[in-house]
């Protein structure tokens, strides 16, 4: 007898063995890692990245050509007191009312010593950020979850922010109307319990009325000097929910909480460890699966990382490219 969830499985097993598309074109100013991607309204792409103290790039296009356009924060790095890195990480960016929120972290590689910054802006444009700090959800040894890779999920006004990496994986806060503060507990949404718990770089998006909580698997960097085991590199998985708070479950019902996840994205061809990522509702292209890979012809180092994205099927209610 064929059920619904088994049509469903058996039309995303279809799709695979087709293979995957390759990545949109891109021009000018590719070469990045951890991409957030916005338009503002007067059609400017404006696209942020890990380096450089969360730099960022515009265009006319996703297409590019990409013109690199400075830095959000200021040369002396972020407000947040931290004995990690001066250079933030995995920026996110939404607009929240009249002012362009990028969130940003602030961390050590590895560790736990980790905080969740906000810069926000009326323009995006160079000079206009202001670095408001820690918005209140840190990680010290010990804790749960690592406060890395945060994501706004902006659903009517409720404001929802996920975020982790390892650990435990992903968790989530509700914040405050103005997106500027935590007011929750953060409570478990995601859990791989194989293995390092090879999970992080959340991102929670809502398509027709349902909400899918994309994410990162596996080993993401270093491939020029750690080569993981085949199938152990970066991939993007999916889990979806009736909420956007949890009981996320992939395509054949196990839940996100419990190793759940169905595939949406690995390597294949010249293309290696794609993740990072995000999805941005284009209105030239639809739904946009955006995220960095690198590409095998080119060369594996964490410099090499090139801007990918692919458009998005919704149409058998789990994402395909």
Same mark, same amino acid.
Do not use: F, M
């Given at each position: 007898m064929i059920t619904p969830s088994s049509l469903?499985?058996?039309?995303?097993?279809a799709a695979a063995a087709y293979g995957y598309a390759? %990545?949109?074109?891109?021009?000018?100013?590719?070469?990045?890692?951890?991409?957030?991607?916005?338009?503002?309204?007067d059609g400017t792409y404006f696209r942020f990245s890990t380096g450089n103290l969360i730099s960022f790039a515009t265009s006319s296009s996703i297409e590019g050509p990409w013109t690199p356009r400075g830095s959000v924060? %200021?040369?002396?790095?972020?407000?947040? %007191?931290? +004995?990690? +890195?001066?250079?933030p990480w995995a920026p996110d960016?939404?607009?929240?009312?009249?002012?362009?929120?990028?969130?940003? +972290?602030? +961390?050590a590689f590895g560790t736990q010593d980790s905080s969740i910054g906000l810069a926000s802006s009326r323009t995006m444009e160079p000079g206009t950020w202001t670095d408001n700090g820690a918005i209140g959800v840190t990680s010290r040894n010990g804790k749960q979850y690592n406060a890395i890779d945060a994501n706004l999920l902006v659903d009517g006004h409720n404001k929802y922010m996920t975020f982790g990496s390892f650990w435990q994986d992903i968790f989530q806060v509700t914040l405050t109307p103005d997106a500027k503060r935590a007011t929750s507990a953060a409570v478990n949404v995601a859990f791989d319990p194989a293995g390092t718990h090879a999970v992080e770089g959340p991102y929670l998006f809502k398509y027709n009325n349902l909400y899918y909580l994309f994410y990162s698997w596996g080993s993401c960097c270093h491939y020029d000097t750690q080569r993981p085991a085949p199938g152990q590199e970066y991939k993007i998985k999916v889990c979806r929910s009736n909420s956007p708070r949890g009981n996320f479950v992939d395509a054949n019902g196990v839940p996100c909480t419990q190793g759940g996840g169905t595939v949406v994205l690995e390597s294949h061809d010249n293309v290696y460890g794609p993740g990072g990522q995000g999805v941005y509702d284009d209105p030239t292209h639809g739904p946009v699966l955006y995220y960095h890979y690198v590409d095998t012809n080119i060369g594996y180092a964490d410099g090499q990382k090139l801007f990918g994205w692919n458009t998005l099927d919704f149409s058998s209610g789990w994402p395909r490219v």
């Open positions: 469903v499985l058996a039309l995303l097993q390759n %990545p949109g074109s891109c021009s000018g100013a590719c070469n990045i890692h951890d991409p957030a991607l916005i338009r503002r309204d924060l %200021p040369a002396d790095g972020s407000r947040i %007191p931290n +004995s990690g +890195s001066k250079d960016v939404h607009k929240v009312g009249n002012l362009y929120h990028v969130y940003y +972290s602030v +961390s």
